[in-house]
Each structure stands twice: as structure tokens, then as C-alpha cells.
């Protein structure tokens, strides 16, 4: 049975920089065609994806965040990482980590719970 679980700090200041891992246990992040996502919602708005991390390493981003975004991977942990640097107070939101088979959003096959980020000094 696969679970993720999302951790980090809750509060970042504007301008620094937001790190989260996703824990994932029941299955390797190495594994053949499974695809690693982060995910969040910011108030007022509608679930947006950020970026994919493949079962190989490769990652990709939403070009609109590119520039600010990092996803790496850590293997020995079965960890997944996101990095989101000068952040600002719309980046606030609850951010998730999931998977899916193959690079499509229409096959999530298994999420975290979420974790809350606020943007504020």
C-alpha cells in the first residue's frame, strides 16, 4: 500500500525560500513509469500543478514557475523534494505530493494528505 506524506515548515517569509518533502512508503520512487508531483491550492483558487519528477530523475516544470522552482529526488530516503524560492504571499496555499502512473494527471493513483505554507513576515 503506497502513502506520501508531505513535510516542512508551515510559515516562510516573503522572499525566502519554501522546502518540502514528500515521504513516500509502500513503493520505490525509482520504480518503472511512476511519475512524482507537487501539487498546491491558494486560496481563492483551483488545485495548479507545479512540477514532475520522473522515475528516472528528469523533472519538469509549469513554466510559470519555473524560474523559481526545484524538484530533486533522494533516493536513500524514498524522499522527493520542492523547492520554491522567493516565495511571495501568493504563494501561500496547501501543497500535495502525488503520484501517477505514467506522466498524465488523469492517472493519480495515489496522494498526500497536504500541508499547509504561509507566506507571511
Known amino acids: 500500500h503506497v502513502e506520501l506524506q508531505e513535510s516542512g515548515p508551515g510559515l516562510v517569509k516573503p522572499s525566502q525560500t519554501l522546502s518540502l518533502a514528500c515521504t513516500v512508503s509502500g513503493g520505490s520512487i525509482t520504480t518503472n513509469y511512476y511519475y512524482w508531483n507537487w501539487i498546491r491550492q491558494c486560496p481563492g483558487n483551483g488545485l495548479e500543478w507545479i512540477g514532475i519528477?520522473?522515475?528516472?530523475?528528469?523533472?519538469y516544470y509549469i513554466p510559470t514557475l519555473e524560474s523559481r522552482t526545484s524538484i530533486s529526488r533522494y533516493t536513500s530516503n524514498n524522499q522527493f523534494s520542492l523547492q520554491l524560492m522567493s516565495v511571495r504571499t501568493e504563494d501561500t496555499g496547501v501543497y500535495y505530493c502525488d503520484r501517477t502512473n505514467g506522466g498524465s494527471r488523469y492517472d493519480v493513483d495515489h496522494w498526500g494528505k497536504g500541508t499547509l505554507v504561509t507566506v507571511s513576515s
Open positions: 519528477i520522473s522515475y528516472r530523475g528528469n523533472t
